[in-house]
C-alpha cells in the first residue's frame, strides 16, 4: 500500500534532508597573521568539502554558535587571545557545549601542552594541534581524520612494555612505557612531567625476551636509535621516527614484528565465538 502526505506525494518519494555540519574557525584577523589564517581556511575547505566552514572573531558569539549549530570540529588560532593558556580555558568552555575535536594554532608549544595538560587531558584522543610554520598537507590531514572518527574512541594496540629511554641532549635515562613499534618508528608514554622537544634524539632499547628472541650480537636488548617527530597534546604520548638502523637491526625488528603479530592473531581466534555444530543427519 502506498503512502501519501498532505500535498499528495508518496512519502517514499521524500529523501531525508542531510543535516548540515559545521566547522567552527576562531581568529582575530591581522595582517601579520592573515596568511596563516588564509592557509588553514583552504587546508579547511580542502580536507572538509561538504562542511559548511563558520567564522568568528568574537568568543561569545562562537559559544552561542556552539548551542544551535552542529558544529563537528573547532579550531582556535592563536590570534583570538595571543595567549594558549586563555585559548585553553576558551576551549574548556567549548567542551562543556560541545564534546566535539579541538585543534588548537599553538603561540608557544610547551605552553599550550602543559596547559592543556591541566585543563583538558580526558580529551586527548580528540584534540590536537599545529605549530608554526603552518603546513597545509598536516592540517588537511589530521582534519580528515577527525571528521572519519568523530564519536568513536578506538584505542590501538600497545605493546604496553616499561623500558628506559636515553635523551642524548640531557646525557639522562628516564622510564617510560613502549606503545607500539615498527620498521620506520615507535610511540612512547611518559610517566612523569617532563617535556621533550621536537628533533630530539634518543635511544631505546627494545626486551627482545618478553618475544622470545634472542640474537647473538644484541643479546636481550634491542639498541634502536630515533628522533622525535610528533608530541601529542598533552605532552605524554611520543611518536618516533626510527633513525640510522643497520640491516641487522631491521632483521631483528622483523622477527618481533612476527611474533607480534601471531600473537594478535592468535587474541583474534580465542575472543571468535565458538560455532554451533550441526547435528549429523541420523
Excluded: W
Amino acid at each position: 500500500m502506498e503512502v501519501f502526505d498532505a500535498e499528495g506525494k508518496s512519502i517514499f518519494d521524500i529523501a531525508p534532508k542531510k543535516k548540515k555540519r559545521y566547522v567552527l574557525y576562531l581568529f582575530k584577523l591581522t595582517r601579520e597573521d592573515e596568511t596563516r589564517i588564509r592557509t588553514i581556511e583552504k587546508a579547511i575547505q580542502n580536507a572538509l568539502n561538504e562542511y559548511i566552514l563558520v567564522r568568528f572573531e568574537d568568543p561569545n558569539e562562537a559559544l552561542k554558535a556552539l548551542l544551535v549549530k552542529n558544529i563537528e570540529i573547532i579550531i582556535i588560532d592563536h590570534s583570538l587571545f595571543n595567549d594558549d593558556n586563555i585559548a585553553i580555558d576558551f576551549g574548556v568552555e567549548c567542551k562543556k557545549r560541545k564534546k566535539c575535536p579541538l585543534f588548537f594554532v599553538a603561540k608557544n608549544e610547551e605552553e599550550l601542552v602543559r596547559k592543556y595538560r591541566e585543563k583538558l587531558s580526558i580529551y586527548e584522543e580528540f584534540d590536537d594541534y599545529f605549530k608554526e610554520p603552518i603546513d597545509f598537507i598536516e592540517i588537511s590531514r589530521k582534519i580528515k581524520r577527525a571528521s572519519t572518527t568523530i564519536g568513536r574512541r578506538a584505542k590501538r594496540f600497545s605493546l604496553g612494555i616499561p623500558i628506559k629511554v636515553y635523551r642524548l641532549n640531557l646525557n639522562v635515562y628516564e622510564d617510560v612505557i613502549l606503545n607500539d613499534i615498527s620498521l620506520v618508528g615507535f610511540s612512547i608514554s611518559i610517566k612523569n612531567e617532563h617535556f621533550f622537544k621536537t628533533n630530539e634524539q634518543i635511544k631505546i632499547k627494545v626486551p627482545l625476551q618478553d618475544f622470545n628472541l634472542f640474537h647473538p650480537q644484541y643479546g636481550d636488548f634491542l639498541p634502536v636509535a630515533g628522533k622525535v617527530r610528533r608530541i601529542s597534546i598533552n605532552g605524554k604520548i611520543i611518536g618516533c621516527s626510527l633513525e640510522h638502523a643497520t640491516p641487522m637491526q631491521i632483521e631483528v625488528l622483523m622477527n618481533l614484528l612476527e611474533k607480534v603479530t601471531r600473537r594478535l592473531r592468535m587474541l583474534k581466534i580465542a575472543e571468535k565465538p565458538k560455532e554451533e555444530i550441526d547435528p549429523v543427519p541420523v
